[in-house]
């Protein structure tokens, strides 16, 4: 039987020179209690064929370890994640990963909690993030964006200086998560060129996204959240053209799955939509890509969501209706409607009407849409006239980088009245025709992102959401905050 020391010198022997392009931490989903973080590692050469895992260390300010090995597997290409527990709520924690590698037959043991270091020699990254703060806090500070393109020479170092500007906004006043809406890359960047078709190469596409130098600081200090939306597949995409690039869709899912589904709250397989909860404010996060289908055909009906997935919202809606704020994260905005009319909610406005009625007739109150997509950054307020406690918001913010002319205002309805016929109230015992009228502002073309801050033990109540631009400055055109 081998020394413990000897064991160790052929681990080091075997892992020499075999290991590179590593990326992470990235600290996904995290609780008051948890963390979720992710990892890539792949090896060079063949020679050995050792069995390669990654391993991973949180440490608190007494110097606490707790370690977890991870698998690196070749078909997520070679990325993993592991979900750190016993944690404590609004606190810093040190995380440092490496990659161990040894024969077979000698693997260490798979997620399971280690009190003690497990990375031989020097972490090959490290990071701080903090966990969320207790399950009834009722402040909270995050940023939110979408669309970051990085196609041609030079995007790449343009379109990280937003993420630049949301770390110095971290480092200044600490801010709790990020969300990002979908087009985190760009597998069409033109529609015809450079698109990607093989599963290498949506894997090629994220490693350059995802291992810029901000962005990769950014998602190892705050826990971030994400979305796909059409780029990450194709340009619009929809159920239909399952048809004619269904191989191409399930690589570039199987790419998401490893790049941003994984390190996102667990889901059943096949599901995307997910839901979470930071403080006293529970998120829910809508796929609005893979169920989706346009025009109703023979057994396959219009739908945005699907019927699972719309089911899981509306369960959602109920069991938190007792929130001070809820927030629907939303690749598509919700409001306001594009003059163009398609591929957004407006597009299946029925959908969006049922939505509607139920949040109106259970009186929830302080529904908030988190939205991207549109390459304009705007914000709405919804009314209804027969209700004058209903209320729906809706907060849009796009792009992080786009260097192509933006939407502006003339692309949107900034007003506009919705009227459906529907439930006058939730015993559904008579039926009316229900008008809802939002107002839309901003409508900012440029860069930017958007920060929310709510702080309800505040005198007054604090709620509002702020726009900086891609350098961290404010918006010349709407330097104020939108209070909501």
């Known amino acids: 039987m ?45 020679d050995a064929e050792p069995v390669c895992v990654g391993a991973i260390e949180v440490r608190d300010a007494g110097g606490h370890v707790q370690s977890r090995y991870c698998r690196l597997l070749s078909h997520h290409d070679f990325t993993g994640c592991v979900t750190m527990n016993g944690l404590s709520a609004a606190t810093e924690y040190n995380v440092r990963i490496g990659i161990e590698c040894m024969a077979a037959g000698s693997e260490p043991p798979i997620d399971h909690g280690i009190p003690d270091p497990i990375i031989s020699g020097d972490p090959l990254e490290t990071s701080t993030f903090r966990t969320a703060p207790a399950p009834d806090s009722v402040a909270l500070r995050f940023v939110f964006g979408s669309c970051r393109y990085n196609f041609w020479w030079g995007n790449a170092s343009k379109g990280d200086k937003t993420f630049r500007s949301i770390l110095a906004r971290h480092g200044n006043n600490r801010l709790d998560l990020m969300i990002m809406l979908g087009d985190q890359i760009y597998a069409d960047p033109l529609n015809v060129v450079g698109q990607a078709n093989e599963l290498e190469e949506f894997w090629e596409i994220y490693r350059d996204y995802f291992g810029q130098p901000h962005i990769r600081l950014l998602m190892g200090q705050m826990p971030t959240y994400m979305m796909m939306d059409d780029h990450e597949i194709r340009n619009d995409w929809s159920k239909e053209q399952m048809k004619k690039y269904g191989g191409l869709f399930n690589a570039a899912i199987q790419a998401y799955e490893s790049y941003q589904h994984l390190h996102n709250p667990d889901t059943l397989r096949g599901n995307f939509w997910y839901d979470f909860r930071v403080g006293a404010f529970p998120f829910f996060a809508v796929d609005t890509r893979t169920a989706r289908i346009k025009s109703s055909t023979g057994n396959a009906r219009k739908t945005l969501l699907g019927l699972n997935q719309y089911n899981a919202l509306i369960d959602w809606l109920f069991q938190n209706k007792g929130a001070p704020k809820l927030f629907v994260i939303s690749s598509v905005p919700f409001i306001p409607d594009n003059r163009s009319g398609e591929d957004k909610w407006s597009e299946f406005d029925e959908e969006r009407g049922r939505i509607l009625e139920f949040i109106r007739n259970e009186g929830i109150g302080g529904v908030t849409f988190l939205s991207g997509d549109v390459h304009n950054t705007n914000f709405s307020r919804m009314k209804c006239l027969q209700d004058p406690a209903f209320e729906v918001v809706s907060l849009v913010s796009s792009p992080f980088y786009w260097p192509y002319p933006h939407e502006d205002e003339s692309a949107f309805f900034t007003h506009r009245m919705l009227e459906y016929f529907q439930w006058k109230t939730a015993d559904r015992r008579e039926m009316d025709f229900v008008q809802y009228q939002y107002q839309a502002e901003g409508f900012i073309a440029e860069e930017s992102f958007v920060e929310v801050e709510i702080d309800l033990n505040a005198s007054p109540p604090i709620s509002r959401a702020r726009v900086f631009g891609r350098k961290g400055k404010d918006i010349e055109s709407y330097p104020n905050p939108f209070e909501f």
């Open 2 to 46: 081998r020394s413990a020391a000897a064991e160790k010198a052929n681990k080091q022997s075997i892992g020499e020179a075999i290991m590179s392009d590593v990326l992470g931490p990235i600290i996904g989903h995290t609780t008051d209690t948890t963390a979720k973080i992710w990892m890539r590692g792949e090896k060079e050469g063949t």
